[in-house]
């Protein structure tokens, strides 16, 4: 309990945020998943909380985004948008969190930067909603959905080699 002590607030509420916003984003589509279901995505998020450079947090956000996909009766509901800000909120407070450990603070410019680049990355979110509630009164077209993913697939690793040249070039 001494060490809780002496962890700075700033980790500690980054931490808080991981733990509860896949909470808050599978609270948004309205409806109650299974109890065991819940328990596991509390304790992976708990789990996540604790160690925010570890894996398990992509389980988590598979996990959310796997049941909003299967279990939820209209997966495009406005509050999907919610649901993915959520999301990418635990995402950036993970990262944050995973800078240091937690009796170290959250550096005030880098969660700045974070939080600027996640509010940009949130301007996409609407448009792809608008997209896919388009396509979804469409017929069914299983090859673009394969060419769309190949797509972002490609832009992906294009930027990630693209990002590792820039940072190596700098060194």
Request: glycine residues 6%; proline residues 8%; positive net charge.
């Given at each position: 309990?001494?060490?809780?002590?002496?962890?700075?607030?700033?980790?500690?509420a980054?931490?808080?945020?991981?733990?509860?916003?896949?909470?808050?984003?599978?609270a948004?589509?309205?409806?109650?998943?299974?109890?065991?279901?819940?328990?596991v995505?509390a304790?992976?998020?708990?789990?996540?909380?604790?160690?925010?450079?570890?894996?398990?947090?992509q389980v988590?956000?598979?996990?959310?985004?796997?049941?909003?996909g299967?279990?939820?009766?209209?997966?495009?509901?406005?509050?999907?948008?919610l649901?993915g800000?959520?999301?990418l909120?635990a995402?950036?407070?993970?990262l944050?969190?995973s800078?240091?450990p937690?009796r170290?603070?959250?550096?005030?410019?880098?969660?700045l930067?974070?939080v600027?680049?996640?509010?940009?990355?949130?301007?996409?979110?609407?448009v792809a909603?608008v997209?896919a509630r388009?396509l979804?009164?469409?017929?069914?077209?299983?090859?673009?959905?394969?060419?769309a993913?190949?797509?972002?697939?490609g832009?992906?690793v294009?930027?990630?080699?693209?990002?590792?040249?820039?940072s190596?070039?700098?060194?």
């Open positions: 309990m001494n060490r809780v002590r002496q962890w700075q607030p700033s980790a500690v980054a931490r808080v945020l991981v733990v509860l916003l896949p909470l808050l984003a599978i948004a589509a309205g409806q109650r998943p299974a109890t065991p279901f819940l328990l995505l304790l992976l998020a708990l789990g996540w909380g604790v160690a925010p450079e570890s894996p398990v947090g988590v956000l598979v996990l959310v985004v796997g049941w909003w299967v279990r939820v009766a209209d997966p495009l509901q406005p509050t999907v948008l649901a800000a959520a999301l909120g995402h950036v407070a993970a944050l969190a800078y240091g937690a170290l603070a959250v550096d005030r410019r880098l969660a930067l974070w600027r680049r996640a509010l940009l990355s949130l301007l996409v979110l609407p909603w997209a388009g979804g009164s469409a017929p069914e077209q299983p090859a673009l959905w394969t060419v993913l190949l797509t972002v697939a832009v992906l294009t930027a990630g080699l693209a990002l590792r040249e820039a190596s070039d700098r060194a």
